[in-house]
């Protein structure tokens, strides 16, 4: 992915983008809330970058999003037309764009923040953008996820 960039894509606009989407890596946070293992905030958000990605012209089927629980797949694929699944269900696909949902707030409970190999998996789907969507303070909370945070907003 470091020497590939959205605009080189056939089509692609990548002036189309807000800013922060335009970087081969870009970190959001949708100041969203934790329903058991959804944040429908954050799925919100996550259909509107989406849906961002799509009108700069790159195709839904170039677009993948991952998320750790099947509760917010569902939550997403209710608001996008594209391809989206769990980090063990996307293993061994990649897409153009890849969307990664945390869906934690507050702190990161669950037995998929624990392993960062299955973390590593969402983290290297992505051809030429990767977009991470979640809460600073609890991604921030554990030393792999407030890596992974630097990287990103560097």
Known sequence: MAAQRIGDLDGMDPDALP????????????????????????????????????AAGVDPDDIGVIAPFRAQV???????????????????????????????TGDLDGPIYEDPRRMNVALTRAKKSLVLVGDADALGSDPFYARMLDWARR
């Open 19 to 54: 800013e922060p989407l335009r970087d081969p890596v870009a970190f959001v946070d949708p100041d969203g809330a934790r329903v058991g293992n959804t944040n429908p905030a954050e799925a919100d958000r996550v259909a509107e970058i989406v849906d961002q990605f799509v």
């Open 74 to 104: 569902a939550e997403i694929t209710r608001r996008v037309d594209a391809t989206v699944d769990t980090v063990d269900r996307f293993q061994g696909s990649s897409e153009e764009v890849i969307v990664v949902s945390f869906v934690a």
